[in-house]
């Protein structure tokens, strides 16, 4: 496919996913600019994240740091500033490297990790914004803070200087009702907002739920395959 094929196949869909993302608005009684749009670039390469960022798109995700760091670099050299999230699972060991690109990440569930984070980012002139990652099934092999250890975690991130709490991030349970899953998460995004005033961003909902999430408040969506395309191996 030609640069301009591609860049014409992007627009196409990018205006699908915001008609999308606006009706979810509508229908749950909230303003059409309420819900912020991440594309998930993952395994996709510089040149969409560039001709994305031409049709409008400020936030972008990428789950894997080799990948992300390369990328964003090739971005940066364009001339384009656009605002990386990062959505892995991350290893501590990572957290340098992630903290020289990422502005926001999405994937913090441990008091380790946030710590590792705050110690990686106190050279930056800003610091990082933070989403706990909130398990809403309970299962350790999916990643995600569960019961209180939500509190433990929020606590280690706002006692670092090089961090700022934006939040929570969640994925809808395998096999669940999304708008029940979304549901438990607003219960404790509300909570969290309560008791960590500014901390307000609930990023929830994908290609295939996103409406549900919109539903119960999410303020961002992580969108790849409906933007983007089905990916495979050749990618």
Not at 75 to 101: D, T
Not at 214 to 223: K, L, M, N, P, S
Request: aromatic content about 4%; overall charge neutral; proline content about 3%.
């Amino acid at each position: 496919m030609t640069d301009s094929g591609r860049r014409a196949e992007l627009a196409a869909s990018l205006e699908r996913v915001r008609e999308r993302i606006t009706r979810a608005c509508v229908a749950a009684g909230r303003p059409p600019d309420a819900v912020t749009l991440t594309a998930v670039t993952k395994t996709y390469p510089a040149s969409d994240v560039l001709s994305l960022a031409g049709l409008g798109v400020t936030d972008v995700a990428e789950n894997r740091d080799q990948e992300a760091s390369a990328k964003a670099e090739l971005v940066r050299a364009e001339g384009v500033r656009l605002r990386w999230h990062f959505v892995g699972q991350l290893q501590r060991n990572k957290a340098r490297s992630v903290a020289g690109y990422a502005d926001v990440i999405e994937s913090v569930d441990s008091v380790r990790l946030a710590e590792a984070l705050g110690r990686a980012a106190a050279a930056r002139e800003t610091p990082i914004d933070v989403l706990l990652q909130v398990s809403l099934d309970g299962d350790p092999a999916r990643g995600g803070v569960f019961g209180d250890d939500l509190w433990r975690v929020s606590d280690a991130v706002t006692s670092s200087e090089g961090l700022r709490l934006g939040g929570v991030m969640a994925v809808a349970p395998l096999g669940e009702d999304p708008r029940q899953a979304f549901a438990r998460l607003e219960v404790l995004a509300g909570q969290m907002a309560v008791r960590y005033p500014g901390a307000t961003t609930v990023s929830a909902g994908m290609s295939g739920d996103l409406e549900a999430a919109v539903e119960h408040g999410a303020t961002h969506v992580r969108i790849g395959t409906s933007l983007l395309g089905m990916r495979n191996s050749l990618r």
